[in-house]
C-alpha cells in the first residue's frame, strides 16, 4: 500500500505560478512510476505529467509542455509539480498518483494508488 498526499494547490490568476507536492508513505516510493493526473468540473479525469521511478524522461500531456515541470526527490519520497504560466482552462482538482508499470504510464487504468486532490483555481 501507498498512501499519496497532495498539497500546494490554491487560487492565482492567470499567468501565476502554484507548485503542487505529493507526499507519499508506506512502500518503498522508488519502485513506483508517479503521475500527475486533473479533473475539472463536468469532465473527465485527463492525463497532465508522469515520471518514472528515477525522474529521468518526464512525458507532458501537449496541453501544459513547456509550461508545467514534474519532478520526485526519491529521498523525501515526494513528486512536484511546478505550474507556470496558468490558464483559467487549468483550473481543476488536481491529483497524484503511483504506478508498478515499467516506463511512464499515462493511462489512469495503469495506476494503482492514488491521492485525494487538491484544487487549483486560475482566475482570468
Known amino acids: 500500500q501507498v498512501q499519496l498526499v497532495e498539497s500546494g494547490g490554491g487560487l492565482v490568476q492567470a499567468g501565476g505560478s502554484l507548485r503542487l507536492s505529493c507526499a507519499a508513505s508506506?512502500?518503498?516510493?522508488?519502485?513506483?512510476?508517479m503521475g500527475w493526473f486533473r479533473q475539472a468540473p463536468g469532465k473527465e479525469r485527463e492525463f497532465v505529467a508522469a515520471v518514472n521511478w528515477s525522474g529521468e524522461s518526464p512525458y507532458y500531456a501537449d496541453s501544459v509542455k513547456g509550461r508545467f515541470t514534474i519532478s520526485r526527490d526519491n529521498a523525501k519520497n515526494t513528486v512536484y509539480l511546478q505550474m507556470n504560466s496558468l490558464k483559467p482552462e487549468d483550473t481543476a482538482v488536481y491529483s497524484c498518483a503511483a504506478s508498478t508499470r515499467v516506463g511512464i504510464p499515462r493511462i489512469s487504468l495503469n495506476y494503482s494508488y492514488w491521492g485525494q486532490g487538491t484544487q487549483v483555481t486560475v482566475s482570468s
Open positions: 508506506g512502500r518503498t516510493f522508488n519502485n513506483y512510476a
